[in-house]
């Protein structure tokens, strides 16, 4: 299936959602979200909730999201791990303790 999308809309969508549409593309190609397997009824499952494990999933999962250029350079856990070690490995032997959370630029 061929996706197009307007870069200014996946732009302000990844910004207000934290989700590309690329990731949300994906969607389209499995067979169960498209709708529900004939075994189920919608009424079996009782009244849905939008974001109802939404704080949960924040207080205990680490994700976050790289920004394009960054995302090219380093384009997987392994390597984003190994670029992040090294910097660690420089910060305590130049004696710098490591940098705390920051604020993201508005």
Known sequence: ????WDPKKAAINRRDHKVTFEEAATAL??????KLRSEYRREDFGPMVR????????ETSNIIILDP???EAFPNAQAVNKALRGLL???????????QAISAPA
């Not at 490995?89 to 940098?99: I, R, Y």
């Open 1 to 4: 299936m061929q996706v197009e």
């Open 51 to 58: 974001g109802k494990y939404a704080a949960r999933l924040r």
């Open 69 to 71: 250029e960054i995302a």
């Open 89 to 99: 490995e420089l910060l305590k032997a130049n004696a710098c303790p490591p940098p």
């Open 29 to 34: 190609e499995d067979e169960f979200s498209l």
